[in-house]
């Protein structure tokens, strides 16, 4: 030990003149711009998924209820509210928020003597509710899936000229992947007219637990593989995924799983039916509607006879649908399930025809009316009567019997719905095969916008060839001196709705068009065909704006009849087996009353 | 290392050699002949360096797992070495005569899983526990939220709400 | 000088159970606690003293005062919800248990995080190094009542947690290493703040080697004390700069690079006498290198690129069944975690191997008999132990 | 509305006589939609109905009104919200009505009513002067543009949207 | 989260023994008297904490309470992670000294007990000891979630979830960890409450005492000191 040992260490005394280090006001002192404080909710934007909770590894984060924020489509009204008695500040949530709308704010002060103090709503009245820093997580979510997996379809080329089905569906790898994607919030469920167990079978899917699929399917839809194919998804619109990314392709793993179980695995699982009950119950026409009805009737014990006046089951799902949407053998398989519950489907069998009403009242317990909207609409503009001009539900009906329909090189198509793209790319295909090239033009009265079609079907129409002219208003039908159909003459529609979505059309006379043609197909609205009730029955019934009036148990003014489907509510597959579920219901609460009151 | 597993297989019961990337592997073998080849390993093979020594929980097999991790530091070389054992009567062979720092383990092993080690020094003396009276808490049968559950209290007065369940009880409470 | 040299062999040897043969009751010997509430001890743990006047007899290292049973509560989480608790499990250098973890949950899942996580993920490795060394610089200083060390490096310890405020959104508990990558790039400016609190550092640094590396009282309290013969580096698992003191010049970050450590330049440091003394100037240029290591990453990461990989939805993440052992050099030697999956949500098994586990409990109570009591603390410093690590 | 109709209006000189001779061609209104409602099947009765009412309703909004003293100011405030016609005239064809008309039929009839009215009122205040009776042409003639806007909302719920 | 498996029945039954030094029992003094000791007498005080009555002049009390707020003494007890944020208080970058704040080695001398976060059972029983071991009046303040409602080691089978029904607790602190920062708001909070007399936790441990002791032993199962040892 030298003197320079002790010396040295002394040598540190130079910094006694130095500033203090010291922070002179360290109470409040600004945190960092990412710094993790407390939480900030931007309540509007959160949908109440509960995403934040079921990640929070703390169970710090519960759903309550907030007042103001009620449940609607894709929004459970549920806000999250955070403990702090048990936040680890570790921003899970924010990293998993589906929407964004849950962040942090650099405050970091707070201090009770209330140890129940620490629980709060964030977004609703915090000091720090509007702090611009804190963290927010960079970029998009990573810690589940933004982009859907890419269903394999097939080009346009390959698709036009046949009636093929265009759409792959998934393998299992893609479908595990696609599935992975879900977070299980459960808020497509209340989207779903038929309230499927979506976020379940689609863990039955990613477990590749397909009889499970399978049963979660036929427990809410026996239209599992018809509704896999052509279902409106509307529950894709409410998915919590679509905020930052692509929804869940909810219907394609739907068809997944059907695509998955053998068709007789798939009666096997659903199991059979209940012991024979000896009611009797009629349902008039074959479409999601009754079928369903008649699935649920059956297999409660009920003997069931469908009655369906064209030559084959299905109605719409079979003759609206095309063919490259929906393959008759996928719907002859559902079909096929609900006859082996023992329902007794009549074809060609037609109400006020071949038996009539009053039989059918006599010799059942009940009957239920479900007859969809067969009868297409006109336009009736000048030159709308006579050859050359079609309705689309007509051709669409003799296209799927096999008949030969009238057709023509150029072909004018109006409407904007889903039937129009079903006629126009149904005759593009026709026009395919017997002239070579596709010569189809489309012209709607709303704008693109507004299109009441899938936006899908807008992009494969025109993939194939369809030519869409939005916002064109029908005025008539030319014909040339024979009367042979040339065009359609057509005024451009400035604006058709209001602010407030409601019909108001303005149209511009000076932007006049003709659209070239020799055949003109009008595919706008549909109506149900009510003639088959007879003039007594339709005149003791109950109407509402045109529709049979029923009630919300789908019981019309007549004790013993009952009826669902397109024909009283619409407007599409998954709302008529909904339909169908509920008037089966009713039906068989009628039954039960009936019986007990014998 | 398979080197090493060639050599090794002459003499032990061992299993096969499952690599990992990094010069990682473990292997499977029987408790008896597990002394023997540690003791191999550490003296002729290099392999004188405990990592750790742990157990995992086969409940469902009935079977501890014991994973001796040892390392060759000159090769960076690091053997995961598994030895399963009966779960009701959980007992090991200690090593501490080896490495006297896996008296340390062996401890931990005896209170957390309840393995027996007979003859490893201060077995029985409390490591990390203090009048711990129930199941050993690392045992998969021990369930740790009921536990504390039943012990501790919460703080009342959470309630929380699944959106599915909530929107259908707002929404469509009869079920359509 | 003084020198403080007991005849061991008049010591009571501990009997087969390893129990020491003594009578308490003979009134020669004196049961002494030191901690859990003691300043001399290295967080909340305890060291049971068996004392003989000032000399220690024996001592018996106590932990499970900070445990929380993190392995059970891993279990009892999904692969996601595991990730904030892991750093909890060593509070001055957490960033460790979340690369380990992170680095074993994707070698089992089979995913590559980018190389800018790489690279941001060594960056706060190494300033959570920096941070662990200026605690034990302080703490060392402080174990032999040399306060001034201790307030120096906090505060360029507290400027490092600045740092890491900025970057990661958090003081102390960073959770900014996810697996699958990092939560984000760096903050702009971030390399000119970071190069001043480097530049404070070594300032600071300078003024530590005249004051404590220069100091007649701390080499006369430190060398030759606590002395771990390298023969005994082995059986009792030594790893780190406890060995490197010894002159094993053996550093993971060298041996087996992970990370980016093979594309940065450094010595690994190494002293020869394996006392209290050369385990704390290993410390004080392993700082040098974490300093320098800092300037390396910060000049040659890549400036931008993904920071994450593709991970499955966390909220349903299953990994096939398989086990692995992910391991780094951390301040103190070695650490890993062993995880153990079975196909399942959840981990069926995570156990954290830290360096104090040997250390502060084998290790620790062999070196003890013999010293004086004052210089228990010194020596429990000098070994770094952080207990949480110990009991989990 | 006919050469005839207008006739009638073009002779009056108050704003009073205007409504008057314009409520008799409401009541006609009414009267032919309540006499057609029998001759519909019950299920578009609604329609038929609405448009009774409708017409109805027009006529007690005239009669208030001629009788109401302050009538100058509530048409001024109500011409000042000019109703633009949206010419969505693909339904304004005259049909043929028949026995038994069909709902299309109806509002297609209904519709061209309205119009050729809402033409008749234009075509007045346009070749009025200035003043109170001009004003009551255009007022006649915003309400019923409103009345026609209303059907076409009914109308292309009706026949272009309904069903799918 | 994993729900709670219903079939999982604690073992409730078993006691800990008390260990053989704590027992009464005879022994061997070095000069060769045989006495008989009983360690848990010998070592604690048996006598019950007393509520403490203010004084009879409000002013006098305001005065007290004036300076007990300015000299916060903190035990120097790091009992979890929340610790490590005190030592930047104690430095100069932060300094909490220019407050009227200091760490004290010894319960002896600290009339604030600061809890930092977590406490596993075995920490509780010193945390405990070392509380009743403070001079009156005397405070505790709950650092972070894991004082409040567990924190993050909620479902946790080591530690306790609710600090207050163990020790009288004065005043939380949010955060996890809180920060330096929130830390001296805390304090200044504490002060402020202390100079409007309500920090009364003392007094509720002395009049609770009954349930307080109850709460301990429910959870500390190797209860080797009296229900009050100081």
Redo the contacts between chains.
């Keep these: 030990m030298g003197l320079r040992e002790v010396l040295t260490p002394f040598t540190v005394w130079k910094h006694v003149f130095d500033d203090p280090v010291t922070i002179k006001q360290p109470i409040g002192r600004p945190a960092a711009e990412r710094y993790r404080g407390f939480h900030q909710n931007d309540l509007d934007t959160c949908i109440g998924c509960g995403t934040c909770e079921a990640i929070c590894q703390n169970g710090a984060i519960d759903m309550v209820a907030v007042a103001g924020y009620d449940p609607e489509k894709g929004n459970s009204g549920l806000k999250p509210q955070i403990d702090y008695g048990r936040c680890c500040w570790c921003a899970l949530c924010v990293d998993v928020c589906m929407t964004g709308s849950l962040t942090m704010s650099n405050e970091y002060t707070w201090v009770d003597t209330d140890p129940d103090a620490f629980r709060f709503v964030p977004g609703l009245e915090e000091p720090w509710k509007d702090d611009e820093e804190g963290y927010e997580r960079e970029g998009k979510r990573v810690l589940s899936g933004i982009e859907r997996i890419h269903m394999e379809e097939m080009e346009p080329e390959a698709r036009i000229g046949n009636f093929d089905e265009i759409v792959a569906g998934y393998s299992r790898a893609e479908a595990i992947l696609e599935a992975d994607r879900c977070v299980e919030c459960g808020l497509c469920v209340a989207t779903c007219p038929a309230h499927m167990s979506i976020p379940d079978y689609i863990a039955a899917v990613r477990d590749q637990d397909y009889d499970r699929g399978l049963q979660l399917l036929y427990e809410t839809n026996p239209f599992s593989e018809v509704c896999g194919r052509v279902c409106t998804h509307k529950c894709e619109g409410s998915c919590a995924a679509l905020h930052e990314g692509d929804p869940i392709a909810i219907r394609w793993l739907k068809r997944h799983i059907i695509d998955e179980v053998p068709f007789d695995r798939r009666i096997e699982l659903i199991g059979q039916p209940a012991e024979p009950t000896g009611r009797k119950v009629a349902i008039i026409g074959a479409g999601p509607a009754g079928l369903t009805a008649a699935f649920d009737l059956a297999r409660a014990g009920h003997g069931v006879v469908v009655y369906e006046a064209l030559a084959h089951a299905g109605g719409m799902m079979r003759y609206g649908i095309p063919e490259y949407r929906l393959p008759y053998d996928a719907l002859d398989r559902d079909i096929g399930v609900i006859e082996a519950m023992g329902v007794e489907i009549r074809t060609n069998c037609r109400v006020g025809r071949d038996v009539t009403m009053d039989e059918l009242r006599r010799d059942h317990d009940a009957v239920v009316l479900t007859i969809g909207l067969h009868m297409g609409r006109s336009t009736r503009v000048p030159g709308t009567e006579g050859a050359g001009v079609e309705k689309a539900v007509d051709l669409l009906r003799r296209i799927t019997d096999g008949e030969k329909v009238p057709l023509a090189e150029q072909i004018v198509v109006i409407g904007g719905g889903n039937v129009a793209m079903d006629i126009a790319r149904s005759m593009a295909r026709l026009q395919k095969a017997e002239f070579g090239k596709v010569g189809i033009t489309l012209t709607a009265l709303e704008d693109i916008d507004h299109f009441l079609a899938d936006p899908e079907e807008v992009v494969e129409s025109r993939e194939e060839g369809v030519k869409i002219f939005d916002a064109r208003g029908p005025q008539e039908v030319m014909r040339d001196a024979e009367g042979k159909v040339t065009g359609l003459r057509t005024w451009r529609v400035k604006s058709i709705f209001d602010a407030e979505g409601r019909f108001a059309p303005a149209y511009d006379q000076s932007d006049e068009r003709v659209h070239a043609g020799s055949m003109v197909i009008e595919a706008i609205g549909q109506a149900a065909d009510t003639s088959l009730l007879g003039a007594a029955l339709t005149e003791a019934l109950e109407w509402n704006r045109g529709r049979i009036k029923i009630d919300t148990a789908f019981r019309t003014s007549e004790p013993w009849l009952f009826a669902a489907g397109d024909a009283v509510k619409g407007p599409d597959v998954i709302s008529a087996v909904a339909d169908g579920h509920r008037v089966a219901r009713t039906v068989m609460e009628k039954l039960a009353a009936r019986e007990v009151a014998q | 290392m398979r080197d090493i597993h060639a050599l090794l297989k002459q003499r032990h019961r061992l299993g096969p050699l499952e690599p990992r990337k990094g010069g990682l592997a473990f292997v499977t073998v029987p408790r008896e002949n597990l002394r023997g080849l540690l003791l191999e390993l550490r003296d002729t093979h290099g392999f004188t360096h405990l990592v750790l020594l742990t157990a995992v929980d086969w409940m469902e097999d009935g079977l501890f797992q014991l994973t001796y991790m040892l390392n060759n530091r000159g090769r960076d070389l690091t053997l995961g070495i598994r030895v399963m054992i009966d779960r009701e009567e959980a007992q090991g062979d200690t090593i501490h005569d080896m490495w006297p720092t896996a008296a340390t383990y062996q401890r931990e092993l005896k209170e957390m899983f309840g393995i027996d080690f007979p003859g490893s020094p201060r077995l029985d003396e409390e490591f990390i526990l203090e009048g711990w009276t129930d199941l050993p808490p690392y045992r998969r049968d021990f369930d740790s939220l009921a536990y504390s559950q039943q012990t501790y209290a919460e703080r009342p007065g959470r309630v929380t709400h699944d959106p599915r369940e909530y929107m259908k009880s707002k929404l469509y409470p009869d079920g359509v | 000088m003084f020198s403080f040299k007991p005849d061991r062999s008049q010591y009571p040897a501990p009997g087969p159970d390893g129990k020491l043969q003594i009578d308490l009751e003979t009134g020669k010997y004196l049961k002494l606690w030191q901690g859990p509430n003691h300043p001399g001890i290295t967080g909340n743990m305890s060291v049971e003293l068996t004392v003989c006047g000032d000399e220690v007899v024996e001592g018996k290292t106590h932990v499970g005062y900070l445990h929380r049973g993190f392995e059970k509560l891993m279990e009892r989480r999904t692969f996601i919800q595991v990730f904030p608790i892991v750093c909890r499990v060593c509070v001055p250098e957490p960033d460790f248990n979340e690369y380990c973890y992170a680095a074993a949950v994707e070698d089992l899942a089979g995913i590559e995080a980018p190389e800018y996580a790489q690279w941001m993920r060594t960056l706060i490795l190494e300033m959570g190094r920096f941070n662990s060394y200026m605690m034990f610089l302080g703490g060392i200083g402080g174990a032999l009542g040399l306060g001034i060390t201790g307030q120096w490096m906090t505060y360029v310890r507290d400027l490092m947690l600045d740092r890491f405020e900025e970057l990661t959104g958090a003081r102390i508990y960073h959770m900014f290493i996810l697996p699958g990558g990092v939560r984000g790039h760096l903050p702009e400016g971030f390399e000119g703040r970071m190069e001043e609190v480097l530049d404070t550092a070594e300032r600071y640094l300078a003024d530590i080697d005249r004051v404590m590396f220069s100091n007649s009282v701390f080499k006369t309290r430190t060398k030759g004390v606590g002395v771990i013969d390298p023969a005994l580096f082995e059986p009792y698992g030594v790893t780190g700069p406890n060995a490197r003191a010894g002159g094993v010049a053996k550093d993971l970050r060298k041996d087996s690079p992970y990370l980016v450590y093979d594309q940065l330049d450094f010595e690994v440091a190494t002293a020869t006498d394996s006392d209290i003394f050369a385990r704390a100037t290993v410390r004080r240029a392993d700082v040098q290198t974490s300093i320098d290591l800092i300037r390396q990453i910060l000049k040659k990461m890549p400036k931008t690129g993904p920071a994450m990989a593709k991970i499955p939805n966390v909220l349903h993440w299953k990994i096939p069944r398989g086990e692995t052992y992910i391991k780094g050099e951390c301040s103190r030697g070695e650490y890993g975690y062993y995880l153990v999956t079975d196909g399942t949500g959840y981990p069926r098994r995570i156990n954290v191997r830290g360096p104090s586990y040997t250390h502060a409990m084998a290790l620790l109570e062999h070196l003890i008999p013999g010293t004086n009591i004052s210089d228990v603390a010194a020596l429990m410093v000098s070994l770094h132990t952080y207990p949480p690590e110990i009991e989990r | 509305m006919s050469e005839t109709n207008k006739a009638k209006l073009t002779g009056k000189a108050t704003v009073r006589e205007i409504f008057e001779t314009a409520t008799e061609f409401e009541k006609v209104a009414h009267r032919f939609y309540t006499e057609l409602i029998p001759n519909v099947s019950k299920d578009i009765r609604w329609l038929v109905e609405e448009l009774a009412e409708e017409e109805l309703e027009h006529v007690e909004l005239f009669t208030n009104l001629s009788k109401n003293p302050e009538v100058d100011a509530i048409m001024a405030a109500e011409i000042a919200r000019p109703v633009a016609d949206g010419k969505f005239s693909d339904c304004v064809h005259t049909p043929d009505l028949g026995p038994n008309p069909d709902d299309q039929a109806v509002l297609q009839y209904a519709l061209m009513r309205e119009s050729a009215a809402m033409d008749q009122y234009t075509e007045l205040a346009q070749s009025t002067p200035a003043g109170p009776l001009k004003d009551a042409f255009v007022f006649l003639a915003n309400e019923e543009t409103k009345h026609k806007a209303e059907l076409e909302k009914i109308y292309y719920e009706t026949v272009h949207s309904g069903g799918v | 989260?994993?729900d709670?498996?219903d079939k999982?029945l604690?073992?409730l039954d078993?006691?800990?023994p008390l260990r053989e030094e704590l027992r009464p029992r005879k022994?061997?003094?070095?000069d060769g008297q045989e006495i008989e000791i009983e360690p848990l007498k010998d070592y604690f005080c048996e006598a019950a904490p007393k509520v403490h009555a203010k004084s009879y002049f409000p002013i006098v009390e305001d005065f007290y309470n004036w300076a007990r707020a300015n000299s916060l003494w903190i035990?120097?007890?790091?009992?979890?992670?929340g610790?490590?944020?005190m030592?930047?208080l104690?430095?100069?970058?932060?300094?909490a000294y220019?407050y009227g704040i200091q760490w004290r080695?010894t319960?002896r001398q600290s009339n604030l007990l600061m809890i930092s976060g977590?406490l596993?059972?075995?920490?509780l029983?010193?945390a405990i000891r070392?509380y009743e071991q403070m001079q009156g009046p005397k405070y505790v303040v709950?650092l972070g979630?894991c004082?409040?409602?567990?924190?993050?080691?909620?479902?946790?089978?080591?530690?306790?979830?609710?600090l207050?029904?163990y020790l009288p607790?004065?005043?939380?602190?949010?955060?996890?960890?809180?920060?330096?920062?929130?830390l001296?708001?805390?304090f200044?909070?504490l002060k402020k409450?202390i100079k409007a007399g309500?920090c009364e936790g003392a007094n509720k441990y002395a009049e609770n005492f009954a349930t307080y002791k109850a709460n301990q032993k429910?959870?500390?199962?190797?209860?080797d000191m009296p229900d009050y040892n100081w």
């Design positions: 989260m994993k709670v498996d999982f604690k073992n078993r006691t800990v022994v061997t003094t070095p035990l120097g007890f790091g009992t979890g992670c610790a490590i944020e030592r930047p104690m430095t100069p970058r932060f300094d220019r080695p319960p977590y596993s059972v075995k920490t029983k010193r070392a709950g979630s004082t409040i409602n567990g924190g993050m080691y909620w479902d946790s089978y080591n530690t306790i979830k609710r207050d029904q607790v004065d005043l939380y602190i949010a955060g996890c960890m809180p920060r330096p920062e929130a001296l708001a805390g200044m909070e409450l309500k429910s959870v500390i199962k190797d209860w």
